[in-house]
């Protein structure tokens, strides 16, 4: 995008590098020039004083918006909202088809306004990985890969063709086509640039690689000193237009590491510290910053997989500065030397390369000496568990989730074993956390080579699988040797992309389900991943931990959570001796010689040198070559939103919201996955009669992350997960309510089909946190087709608040310590808001009134989490897409 018109601070330079000029908007001329003392401000945030010294206009960005920057340093926080352009957009399919979607109807809506509909276009560079579609199918087989990708294919061929429509139909928009890898890692090895440039009027600028993303662990990028986050789906779609996105000047944490890991811990251990210690510092909203003198101890990779959780520990990201580390990745992994000399000088001259004399609004320290085996679970990534303290804290899960007084053990038919409680059922290395960390997958190969010599075998009962994060991790295991021995103990290759960790795990086999249901098991998994929250990885699986990817192999051995892995034997030698855990690990010095002996920078530039030819089965897919898409009526994958329909020329302006029913009462922590999962459709759900209307077979219902294209789907399944409890309906668990005033439990949606004909406004009541997890548009899509109003919350996570303004819902927080409970709501209630037509301003009070059944009427305090002017533009809009819409028309 185009440089501003501004130059307050007359920054603009010219930097020789390699013989090649380029302009650039020097922070140290900037602090000459009156941003005095800019130099201690923490890395990340001088990134964002470089977007604004860039895109200054003094129309979205101002020059006090620029000094407020420099003034954070007086008190490290600020109230100043700024207008921050990233470089660029990383979308995965289960976001990216409805953001084309989006995207083509805003075509077809220019269009019927007499305009050119190509002004839709991405302004900036924009990337879509297809990797969240692979399910598996089939596992622990020498061809589950190839049957997984046909199946893949033939189940998504709808989808895959409007993607590829949408890649000749829109500028600045590439795609990267299924099986090359999840879209983090992909980002982490080709796509980051880390110094970027860009060419206008003739001339070349460089500043600093940044981006967005539609899923939430886009932070897994900040490792390579690339600053990026998650946003919603929507927001994504209005910065791919042009639109700034608004925010505050972030707090920023410094989190200093200091000294090294011990012999026999792992990134994954790590990492599961830091996401404890910094959900119990409290960390949501601001940016975390990494220093100190042990970051030379800290690979790329470790780098990566600490940023990776930021969502977990609630940071909007997880900055690690460039040093001589991102340099060495950089040329490992195939980047060429011209980038990396760009990145060493610039980083250089503008003071983001690594130093420790910063200021930061508070910081936290770890001595990295202290760190000891853990994994999480059995709901929440920062639900610590230590490695040996794992056995009882499993009883006491069950104990107080099943209130048996013995475990219930279950025959599975047509085998000689049975399942219990705390059976591991699934073992699945998986997710971008770790298979961006050559050191654990090595580290799983080795223990698995291990295991196979001493004789050990992973126990029946449990379905294993591999989904690397790139093929790169394929090559390096197999030069190593290790992908043989993983593969006999059942972790062959299923795909590369997110599977089990975003609820594609597959189906189990019919006798284990049937065993499950006999005896109403409470069955585990286990997964390399960093979600784990209820009812995502399988609907089948009721206790989810995350460990790292050696801890998944040996749990598949063990084969039940109860088992001690520090003191109880994983099996015999063919000798008879005892065969501990400790007699299989492997070694840092055996990782790192093999890591030496298999992984080389000619991998990665093999694998990327064809990236978006893809498969042949990608290769092999028509599409219509047209600006404007053709609809097709019978397709339940892809269906024209509804969104722009009837879109007005003027603002919508406050509308007013009386009487509404609550549709729901939540507690604590409901994730956006309870709001809209992604996972299993029930056939027993309004989604399930959906398809029997249109002759689709279970067989063939897919999973809700893949039907994101169709919002009739969309809007059936939403608050229809499995685990999800709505207090208003107490005793049932699932997607149910209440209807009122005749108090007849039923689902959600058939709730407000009725709701809908008698015309009466919606409400949702949430706890603390809530719309934690992943940053999923549809969680607010999905709410505003219901024709929620407002969501009235303890707290909001960042990503879904945004969301909720961008689709034109009004989020409401709690104060002064009230919430549902101590205002004793049942869902009989009726809530208005107090005066709303008449306008509010960013972060006001608002009253809202509730009328009791009993005819007491209460007025309480809200306070407004529209945060900021622009988000109250998109309020008044009706949601932001409308809100550009309408400065586009």
């Given at each position: 995008?185009?440089?501003?018109n501004?130059n307050?601070y007359n920054?603009?330079?010219k930097?020789?590098?390699?013989?090649?000029?380029?302009?650039?908007?020097?922070?140290s001329?900037a602090?000459?020039?009156?941003?005095?003392?800019?130099n201690?401000?923490?890395k990340?945030?001088?990134?964002?004083?470089?977007?604004?010294?860039r895109?200054e206009d003094?129309l979205?960005?101002t020059?006090?918006?620029?000094?407020?920057i420099?003034?954070?340093?007086?008190?490290?926080?600020?109230?100043t909202?700024?207008a921050?352009?990233?470089a660029?957009v990383?979308?995965?399919?289960?976001?990216?088809?409805?953001?084309?979607?989006?995207l083509a109807?805003m075509r077809?809506?220019?269009?019927?306004k007499?305009?050119?509909?190509?002004?839709i276009?991405?302004?900036?560079?924009?990337?879509l990985?297809?990797?969240h579609?692979?399910?598996v199918?089939?596992?622990?087989?020498?061809?589950?890969?190839?049957?997984?990708?046909?199946?893949e294919f033939n189940?998504?061929?709808?989808r895959?063709?409007?993607?590829?429509?949408g890649q000749?139909?829109?500028?600045n928009?590439?795609?990267?086509?299924p099986?090359?890898?999840?879209?983090?890692q992909?980002?982490?090895?080709?796509?980051?640039?880390?110094?970027?440039?860009?060419?206008?009027?003739?001339?070349?600028?460089?500043?600093?690689?940044?981006?967005?993303?539609?899923?939430?662990?886009?932070?897994?990028v900040n490792?390579?000193?690339?600053?990026?986050?998650?946003?919603?789906?929507?927001?994504?779609?209005?910065?791919?237009?042009?639109?700034?996105i608004?925010?505050?000047?972030?707090?920023?944490?410094?989190?200093?590491?200091?000294?090294?890991?011990?012999?026999?811990?792992?990134?994954?251990d790590?990492v599961?510290?830091?996401?404890?210690?910094?959900?119990?510092?409290?960390?949501?909203?601001?940016?975390?910053?990494?220093?100190?003198?042990?970051?030379?101890?800290?690979?790329l990779?470790?780098?990566?997989?600490?940023?990776?959780?930021?969502?977990?520990?609630?940071?909007t990201c997880?900055?690690?500065?460039?040093?001589?580390?991102?340099?060495?990745?950089?040329?490992?992994?195939?980047?060429?030397?011209?980038?990396?000399?760009?990145v060493?000088k610039?980083?250089?001259?503008?003071g983001l390369w690594?130093?420790?004399?910063?200021?930061?609004?508070d910081?936290?320290?770890?001595d990295?000496?202290?760190?000891v085996p853990t994994?999480?679970?059995?709901k929440?990534p920062?639900?610590?568990v230590?490695?040996?303290?794992?056995?009882?804290?499993?009883?006491?899960?069950?104990?107080?989730?099943?209130?048996?007084?013995?475990?219930?053990?279950?025959?599975v038919?047509?085998?000689?074993?049975?399942?219990q409680?705390g059976?591991i059922?699934?073992?699945?290395?998986?997710?971008?956390?770790?298979?961006?960390?050559p050191n654990?997958?090595?580290?799983?190969?080795?223990?698995?080579?291990k295991?196979?010599e001493?004789g050990?075998?992973?126990?029946?009962?449990v379905?294993?699988?591999?989904?690397?994060?790139?093929?790169?991790?394929?090559?390096y295991?197999?030069k190593?040797g290790?992908n043989?021995?993983?593969?006999q103990?059942?972790?062959?290759?299923v795909?590369?992309g997110?599977?089990?960790?975003?609820g594609n795990?597959?189906?189990?086999?019919e006798?284990?389900?049937?065993?499950?249901?006999?005896?109403?098991?409470h069955?585990?998994?286990?997964?390399s991943?960093?979600?784990?929250?209820e009812?995502r990885i399988?609907p089948h699986?009721?206790?989810?931990?995350l460990?790292?990817?050696?801890?998944v192999?040996?749990?598949?051995?063990?084969?039940?959570?109860?088992?001690?892995?520090y003191?109880?034997?994983?099996?015999?030698?063919?000798?008879?001796?005892?065969i501990?855990l400790?007699?299989?690990?492997?070694?840092?010095?055996e990782i790192?010689?093999?890591l030496?002996q298999?992984?080389n920078?000619?991998?990665?530039?093999?694998?990327y040198?064809?990236?978006?030819?893809?498969p042949t089965?990608?290769?092999?897919?028509?599409?219509e070559?047209?600006?404007?898409?053709q609809?097709?009526?019978?397709?339940t994958?892809?269906?024209?939103?509804?969104?722009?329909?009837?879109?007005?020329d003027?603002?919508?302006g406050f509308?007013e919201?009386?009487d509404?029913?609550?549709?729901?009462?939540?507690?604590d922590?409901?994730?956006t996955d309870?709001?809209?999962?992604?996972?299993?459709?029930?056939?027993?759900?309004?989604?399930g009669?959906?398809?029997?209307e249109?002759?689709?077979?279970?067989?063939d219902?897919?999973?809700?992350g893949s039907r994101r294209?169709?919002?009739?789907v969309?809007?059936?399944?939403t608050?229809?997960?499995?685990?999800?409890?709505?207090?208003?309906?107490?005793?049932?668990e699932?997607?149910?309510?209440?209807?009122?005033?005749?108090?007849?439990?039923?689902?959600?949606?058939?709730?407000?089909?009725e709701?809908?004909?008698?015309?009466t406004?919606?409400v949702?009541?949430g706890?603390?946190?809530?719309?934690t997890?992943s940053?999923?548009d549809?969680?607010?899509?999905?709410?505003?087709?219901?024709?929620?109003k407002?969501?009235?919350?303890?707290?909001?996570?960042?990503?879904h608040?945004?969301?909720?303004?961008?689709?034109?819902?009004?989020?409401?927080?709690?104060?002064?310590?009230?919430?549902?409970?101590?205002?004793?709501l049942?869902?009989?209630?009726?809530i208005?808001?107090?005066?709303i037509?008449?306008?509010?301003n960013?972060?006001d009070e608002?009253?809202?009134?509730?009328?009791?059944i009993?005819?007491e009427?209460?007025?309480?305090?809200?306070?407004?989490r529209?945060?900021?002017?622009?988000?109250?533009?998109?309020y008044?809009?009706?949601?932001?897409l409308?809100?550009?819409l309408?400065n586009?028309?």
């Amino acid at each position: 995008m185009t440089p501003g018109n501004k130059n307050s601070y007359n920054s603009l330079k010219k930097i020789n590098i390699n013989n090649k000029e380029y302009n650039y908007y020097s922070l140290s001329e900037a602090e000459k020039n009156g941003l005095d003392g800019i130099n201690k401000l923490p890395k990340s945030l001088k990134v964002l004083l470089e977007n604004l010294l860039r895109y200054e206009d003094d129309l979205s960005v101002t020059k006090s918006q620029i000094e407020a920057i420099k003034n954070w340093l007086e008190t490290k926080k600020s109230k100043t909202e700024i207008a921050y352009r990233p470089a660029r957009v990383l979308l995965q399919d289960y976001t990216g088809i409805p953001a084309v979607a989006d995207l083509a109807a805003m075509r077809e809506a220019v269009k019927e306004k007499n305009k050119d509909p190509n002004t839709i276009n991405p302004l900036s560079a924009v990337d879509l990985v297809i990797d969240h579609s692979v399910q598996v199918d089939q596992s622990a087989k020498a061809d589950s890969f190839e049957k997984n990708v046909d199946i893949e294919f033939n189940r998504n061929g709808e989808r895959y063709s409007f993607l590829k429509w949408g890649q000749q139909a829109f500028d600045n928009f590439r795609i990267v086509p299924p099986g090359t890898g999840i879209c983090h890692q992909v980002n982490l090895e080709y796509l980051s640039k880390v110094v970027w440039s860009e060419e206008f009027k003739g001339e070349k600028y460089i500043f600093p690689d940044t981006l967005v993303g539609t899923d939430s662990h886009t932070t897994m990028v900040n490792g390579l000193s690339v600053l990026g986050w998650g946003v919603g789906g929507i927001e994504a779609e209005a910065g791919m237009l042009g639109q700034p996105i608004s925010m505050l000047i972030p707090e920023v944490i410094g989190f200093e590491v200091k000294n090294k890991m011990p012999e026999g811990t792992t990134a994954t251990d790590l990492v599961l510290t830091v996401v404890k210690m910094l959900r119990d510092k409290g960390v949501v909203g601001k940016f975390v910053e990494f220093y100190g003198d042990g970051l030379k101890n800290l690979t790329l990779a470790d780098r990566a997989t600490i940023a990776n959780m930021a969502p977990e520990y609630g940071a909007t990201c997880g900055f690690f500065p460039i040093d001589d580390e991102t340099l060495k990745y950089l040329k490992f992994s195939g980047r060429d030397q011209h980038t990396v000399e760009v990145v060493e000088k610039y980083a250089k001259e503008q003071g983001l390369w690594a130093s420790n004399d910063l200021e930061f609004t508070d910081v936290i320290s770890l001595d990295m000496s202290t760190v000891v085996p853990t994994i999480s679970g059995p709901k929440r990534p920062q639900d610590k568990v230590l490695l040996t303290d794992a056995p009882t804290s499993f009883k006491k899960v069950l104990s107080e989730a099943t209130n048996k007084d013995q475990k219930s053990v279950s025959k599975v038919s047509n085998t000689d074993y049975e399942i219990q409680d705390g059976s591991i059922l699934i073992a699945a290395i998986t997710s971008c956390t770790n298979t961006s960390n050559p050191n654990v997958l090595i580290g799983a190969g080795l223990l698995a080579k291990k295991a196979v010599e001493y004789g050990l075998e992973v126990k029946p009962w449990v379905k294993t699988s591999l989904a690397p994060g790139s093929q790169v991790v394929t090559d390096y295991l197999e030069k190593a040797g290790l992908n043989t021995y993983l593969d006999q103990l059942g972790f062959n290759l299923v795909g590369y992309g997110c599977t089990t960790c975003i609820g594609n795990s597959g189906p189990l086999p019919e006798n284990i389900v049937e065993a499950i249901q006999k005896e109403n098991i409470h069955a585990v998994s286990v997964l390399s991943g960093n979600r784990n929250f209820e009812g995502r990885i399988s609907p089948h699986i009721k206790a989810n931990y995350l460990a790292s990817p050696p801890l998944v192999v040996a749990y598949a051995i063990a084969g039940h959570m109860e088992f001690d892995l520090y003191k109880d034997p994983l099996g015999k030698s063919k000798n008879g001796k005892d065969i501990f855990l400790k007699d299989i690990w492997p070694s840092n010095q055996e990782i790192e010689d093999t890591l030496k002996q298999s992984l080389n920078a000619d991998m990665f530039i093999q694998r990327y040198s064809n990236v978006s030819d893809g498969p042949t089965q990608w290769q092999q897919i028509k599409t219509e070559k047209s600006s404007i898409y053709q609809w097709d009526e019978g397709s339940t994958y892809v269906k024209k939103p509804p969104f722009f329909e009837g879109l007005s020329d003027e603002p919508e302006g406050f509308k007013e919201i009386k009487d509404a029913r609550p549709l729901l009462i939540l507690g604590d922590m409901i994730t956006t996955d309870h709001i809209s999962p992604a996972g299993s459709i029930q056939k027993d759900s309004p989604t399930g009669e959906y398809f029997m209307e249109h002759q689709i077979l279970p067989k063939d219902y897919n999973s809700y992350g893949s039907r994101r294209g169709n919002h009739e789907v969309m809007m059936r399944g939403t608050f229809a997960n499995i685990r999800i409890r709505n207090e208003m309906a107490p005793g049932t668990e699932g997607g149910f309510t209440k209807l009122y005033p005749e108090e007849k439990v039923m689902p959600v949606y058939d709730a407000v089909v009725e709701y809908k004909k008698r015309g009466t406004d919606l409400v949702v009541i949430g706890g603390k946190e809530y719309g934690t997890g992943s940053s999923r548009d549809w969680a607010a899509k999905g709410t505003k087709l219901l024709g929620v109003k407002a969501v009235i919350a303890e707290s909001f996570e960042r990503i879904h608040r945004s969301n909720l303004i961008g689709m034109g819902i009004l989020p409401l927080q709690f104060k002064d310590g009230e919430n549902r409970k101590s205002l004793n709501l049942v869902g009989s209630e009726l809530i208005s808001v107090v005066d709303i037509e008449k306008g509010i301003n960013p972060s006001d009070e608002v009253v809202i009134e509730i009328k009791y059944i009993s005819g007491e009427i209460k007025k309480v305090k809200t306070l407004s989490r529209i945060d900021t002017k622009n988000e109250l533009e998109y309020y008044k809009n009706g949601g932001i897409l409308q809100y550009v819409l309408r400065n586009m028309i």
